[in-house]
């Protein structure tokens, strides 16, 4: 079986191809980033046009791409939600559309079961059951994936996702948006000892995350300085607060695969391109031998290939149910397909 799948639930464009005996054919990704950076984040309404620019020149590369025809597909996916509603939308329309022209299936798609099962796409697919930490700019999770469709979740944020906090914490510093991967290259010229910002909810037990008081405990240390940050401060202040996130997220996942016995843990989601982080998990890793996996980089970020490939594994396990498009979906509420 052989699916096309279109991912817009928010600043990202993407389109793929995936077959269920050769896996990946073809991916194409357009980023929006350019045209978001002057406001400092997403804004919806360009969002949604921009993905009506962008989707049929994708789709049209991607067919390219494989070589393949519309004769040569058996269905068509799309992400259903969760995310932004008009630029969901436009995604869906499409998908309906091709469907209906093309007289094949048609499905939505969890945003966030696509990011769980990114791993999959790579050509040493991770064998379940695997811990997942899903750490975007929307969502901070710790998931138990079973299989297909079973997922419990241990922890999730409170208040802001750990991606926000990067990339609010970089507005404070005066860097572009996005913030994240900027946050960590001026963090690379910090000291490590000058400021301790706190590990939010580490005296816990649970398995849950808040990184919104940390945003506020920079926003101290910003205006304890002089007006004008020097640049050895922001670079400290950066340090500081990249190493209490990613401390936090280090030992809560280490709770995680200890609690649940994982052998195996994946990290998807945009913050898993850091740095520091996929240092420090590996070295608990090793201590804890669980192996500690990332998808390649461009499948840990929005893509469509993960939605692709999700549709295509629900497709398989005859999945017809309707998903309506929804700006909000908590994951608990997705079933496993036949359920
Ligand atoms: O998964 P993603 O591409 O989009 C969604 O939010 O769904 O994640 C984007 C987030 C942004 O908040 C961005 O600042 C953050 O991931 N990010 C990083 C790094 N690269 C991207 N955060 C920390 N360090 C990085 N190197
Ligand atoms: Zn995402």
Known sequence: MRVLGIETS???????LVDSQQGLLAHQLYSQIKLHAPYGGVVPELASRDHIRKLL??????????????????????????????????????????AFAWHLPCLGV???????????LEAQPLAYPFLA??????????????????????????????GEAFDKTA???????????????????????RFRFPRPLLDRPNLDFSFSGLKTAVLHAVRGQPAELAAQDRADIARAFEEAVVETLVVKSRRAWQTI????????????????????LRQAGEADQVAVHYPRLEFCTDNGAMIA????????????????????????ELLPPGE
């Open 171 to 193: 507005k404070l510093l005066g860097l572009p948006y996005p913030g994240g991967p900027a946050l960590a290259a001026l963090a690379a010229q910090g000291r490590p000892d």
């Open 133 to 162: 930490l899903l750490v975007s700019g929307g969502h901070t999770l710790l998931v138990d994936v079973q299989s297909l469709g079973h997922y419990r979740i241990l922890g999730e944020t409170l208040d802001d996702a750990a």
């Open 261 to 280: 016995q994982a052998q195996r843990m994946v990290v998807v989601g945009g913050v898993g391109a850091n740095r520091r982080l996929r240092d420090a």
């Open 110 to 120: 969890h945003h966030l079961e696509g990011h769980l099962l990114a791993p999959m």
């Open 10 to 16: 928010c600043d990202e464009t993407g389109v793929a």
């Open 57 to 98: 020149p994708l789709i049209e590369q991607v067919l390219t791409q494989a070589e393949l025809g519309a004769q040569d597909i058996h269905g068509i996916v799309y992400t259903a939600g969760p995310g932004l509603m008009g630029a969901l939308l436009v995604g869906a329309m499409m998908a309906k559309s091709l």
């Open 309 to 332: 490939y999700a549709g295509l594994q629900r497709l398989l396990a005859q999945d017809r149910r309707e998903y309506p498009v929804r700006a909000r979906w908590p994951l608990e």
